[in-house]
């Protein structure tokens, strides 16, 4: 009986699969259960922010940031900000009571994005219950951050010089409020799903991704530190008022098995959280104690109508909660609109490397490696 011949199979996974986190596509080719090759597809969630922000002014450019990774807003106008203050020459000028309340927010909102992250990596594997405990937590930031800026996901709260509103009477001890209440639920998050064996199962050696493949592909963030590299730009490029405060790295260990698995990449997340908290009370400890609000205080700088930076090629990177986000400016010295503006979106090269660590593992184990990378399209789309 002569064998017969069996072909691969061409499956989609998305733009529509709950499990791609966001309207990615990726054409799967497999053999029966077996995926040989995964091809990513993007553009789904094009947002033209290069566009934009060479068609607009520098201050109008803000909210359009906003939109690139919208689970962690505060993050990318703090970058774009700074880039456009250190043109400027006023960067040293920025009081600190204003740099202390722009890492509060950004904290607090990188603490909601990771929160997304667990809690959708969970449900994706089948746990349901973080899922619904993550996003009760979120919801306490969502609040605050909207009492802040007046809005829940798109902040346009930090401008360039100041923020929009210095932080409405009570913030503070509100914030300390959620502190207290949140590290115990920390606590039961990680019983309930970091040390559940049937999570360590579907994690642990799955999806490794080796040191210098991350470095060649160009990953950051927690998608790097996962692989063991100690790379924080908070730490590295000491901008805004990190410098001044205490707060580990957290980096992979390979405890649950191999060094750079998706075990490892979750785990850095859920320690960042714990080192996100720790940076919160200093700055709440700083803005109770050294610098209160007074009533001649203006979180709006006072700056010129046009904002017009020196002719040069400027880039600044910050270190968001995907990882190494970057604009890179082109100024002609005359107009208040930038000549050119390149956005360096950490999700895009994360998702680059899923090709890479994707072959000859199982379709249910592609699932685990996509939500390890924990990408946002709209900041691979841009």
Same mark, same amino acid.
């Given at each position: ?9 061409? *499956?989609?996974?998305? @733009? ?32 033209? !922010? ?33 880039? %456009? ?7 040293? $000028? ?20 990771? *929160? =997304? ?17 993550? !996003?009760?937590?979120?919801?306490? =930031? ?36 959620? %502190? $207290?209440? !949140? ?38 963030? @927690? ?9 924080d730009l908070r730490r590295i490029d000491n901008y805004s008022a990190y410098p001044?405060?205490? !707060? ?12 750079? $698995?998706?075990?490892? &990449?979750?785990?850095? &997340? ?6 996100? %908290? ?8 700083r803005l109770q104690k050294e610098l209160k609000r007074t009533p001649e205080f ?14 040069? $090629? ?14 890179y400016f082109v100024t002609d010295g005359r107009s208040e609109i930038p000549f ?5 979106? @950490? ?6 490397? *899923? @090709? ?20 946002? *399209? ?5």
């Amino acid at each position: 009986m002569a064998d017969s011949s069996v072909e691969d199979m061409v *499956l989609n996974m998305g @733009p529509q699969h709950p499990s791609t986190h966001g309207v990615l596509r990726l054409e799967l080719i497999t053999d029966g259960e077996i995926v040989k090759e995964v091809i990513p597809h993007i553009g789904y969630l094009h947002r033209c !922010f290069e566009k934009h922000a060479e068609s607009l002014t520098y201050q109008q450019t803000i909210p359009f940031t906003d939109r690139m990774d919208y689970l962690a807003s505060m993050n990318n106008s703090h970058a774009w900000v700074m880039g %456009v203050e250190r043109m400027l020459g006023i960067d040293k $000028d920025i009081p600190k009571r204003i740099e202390y309340i722009r890492v509060l927010v950004c904290e607090l909102n990188r603490i909601a994005s990771h *929160l =997304i992250a667990i809690g959708t990596y969970g449900i994706d594997i089948g746990a349901f219950t973080p899922f619904l405990w993550c !996003f009760r937590d979120r919801e306490h =930031i969502m609040g605050m951050l909207e009492w802040a800026s007046g809005s829940r996901m798109l902040y346009n709260y930090i401008w360039v010089g100041g923020l929009f509103y210095d932080l409405p009477v009570g913030f503070e001890e509100r914030c300390r409020e959620f %502190v $207290d209440y !949140f590290k115990p639920k920390m606590i039961e998050l990680n019983q309930l799903l970091t040390d559940n064996q049937i999570f360590i199962s579907r994690t642990a050696n799955v999806g490794v991704i080796p040191l210098d493949v991350a470095i060649n592909y160009g990953c950051s963030g @927690p998608v790097l530190r996962g692989s063991g590299l100690k790379y924080d730009l908070r730490r590295i490029d000491n901008y805004s008022a990190y410098p001044e405060l205490d !707060f580990e790295i957290p980096v992979g260990k390979g405890e649950m098995g191999t060094l750079g $698995d998706c075990w490892d &990449r979750y785990k850095v &997340r859920v320690d960042e959280i714990e080192q996100s %908290v720790k940076m919160i009370e200093q700055c709440l400890d700083r803005l109770q104690k050294e610098l209160k609000r007074t009533p001649e205080f203006d979180p709006r700088a006072k700056l010129p109508r046009k904002i017009t930076p020196k002719a040069q $090629d400027y880039y600044m990177r910050a270190e968001g909660a995907k990882g190494e986000l970057g604009f890179y400016f082109v100024t002609d010295g005359r107009s208040e609109i930038p000549f050119r503006a390149k956005s360096r979106g @950490p999700s895009f090269n994360n998702l680059s490397v *899923l @090709p890479a660590i994707s072959q000859n593992v199982m379709i249910a184990d592609l699932i685990a490696i996509i939500g390890s990378l924990d990408f946002v *399209l709209g900041e691979v789309d841009r």
